[in-house]
């Protein structure tokens, strides 16, 4: 059996290591906080493994599903880290949200040791997760996507191959770009409707059968705002990280992209209002408190 290692059991990586749990493959698991890795393990007959290293060696493939590039940076290094135990022909697949620029560092350290690399962000969310529906976009060569699609097939269910290593990175941040815009315009949009005395549902059954539709009005508002639920499935601080990553790519390309710029400030001073643990859709709850208007 083709044995995989999955590193990093968050809010996404749990649902998504769980469809690679045997017997589709020989699945060891590492997290940081070793007790999600160990009820993991319980729960799925998979392997926690001690460290990184021990995780990843005799593993074919590896993925790393952390909060940021820079996380996945850290543990490929050092004693306990990936690098030593991967050999040649094996290939990192990194789920994080990543930045395009550390994604090409990391592929040129793995290429010394003839280890692949792809950056493959998801899309979709814990439910499509759950569902094994993630949209997985890959940066990287298009062969060793060919190599490890059985592996990703597990838990995606439309797999692209976008372009060369930070390809995946750079579309995942603009989609991600786009649900911010979507988020906040939206909010600011049926606050004033709201004051204007538009009931909110009303408001987005209009819209959801006209052309403003998004997935911010068709599923997040109806499903998390107007029932006040707001969950937490996907961190506010995550998204203020990928905005950032998509105004960085705007930048370093020298496009034109004040939206793209007014949307990464919007999400990082809603970041320092709300907070670590809350909710990306909770950035409402800022729109709300400066129009002074609860859209419910
Ligand atoms: P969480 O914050 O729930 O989990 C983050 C994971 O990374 C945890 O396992 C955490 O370990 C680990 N981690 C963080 N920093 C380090 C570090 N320095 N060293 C080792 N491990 C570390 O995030 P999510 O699971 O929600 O997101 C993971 C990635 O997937 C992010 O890049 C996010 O943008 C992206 N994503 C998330 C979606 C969602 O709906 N949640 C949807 C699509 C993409 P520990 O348990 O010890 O804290």
Do not use: Y
Not at 262 to 267: H, I, R, T
Request: aromatic share 4%; proline share 4%.
């Amino acid at each position: 059996m083709t044995r995989v290692a999955f590193l990093g059991l968050g809010a996404i990586g749990r649902p998504m290591a769980r469809h690679l749990a045997p017997p589709a493959f020989d699945l060891r698991v590492w997290n940081r906080t070793s007790s999600k890795a160990a009820s993991f393990a319980l729960e799925t007959g998979a392997v926690a493994a001690a460290t990184p290293r021990e995780a990843a060696a005799g593993a074919s493939v590896v993925i790393t599903c952390f909060a940021t590039s820079h996380d996945v940076e850290d543990v490929i290094g050092g004693a306990d880290g990936l690098l030593d135990a991967m050999g040649a022909g094996t290939v990192l697949v990194d789920c994080t949200s990543g930045d395009p620029a550390t994604s090409r560092r990391i592929a040129e350290r793995l290429a010394a040791r003839s280890v692949d690399f792809l950056d493959a962000p998801v899309s979709g969310g814990v439910a499509g997760a759950e569902r094994a529906k993630l949209t997985v976009m890959c940066g990287g060569a298009a062969e060793t996507l060919e190599r490890v699609r059985p592996v990703l097939s597990s838990f995606g269910s439309t797999i692209v191959h976008c372009g060369a290593v930070g390809a995946g990175d750079a579309l995942k941040s603009v989609n991600n770009a786009m649900l911010a815009v979507h988020l906040w315009s939206l909010a600011e949009g049926l606050a004033a409707l709201t004051k204007a005395g538009v009931e909110p549902k009303v408001a987005l059954d209009v819209i959801n059968a006209s052309s403003g539709r998004s997935n911010a009005s068709q599923n997040l508002f109806p499903e998390r705002v107007l029932s006040r639920a707001f969950p937490r499935t996907f961190r506010l601080a995550l998204l203020d990280k990928d905005v950032g990553i998509a105004a960085g790519v705007a930048r370093d390309h020298k496009v034109a992209s004040p939206m793209l710029q007014l949307a990464a400030e919007l999400f990082r001073v809603a970041h320092a209002e709300l907070g670590e643990d809350a909710d990306h859709v909770e950035s409402v709850k800022l729109v709300e408190r400066w129009a002074g208007v609860e859209i419910a």
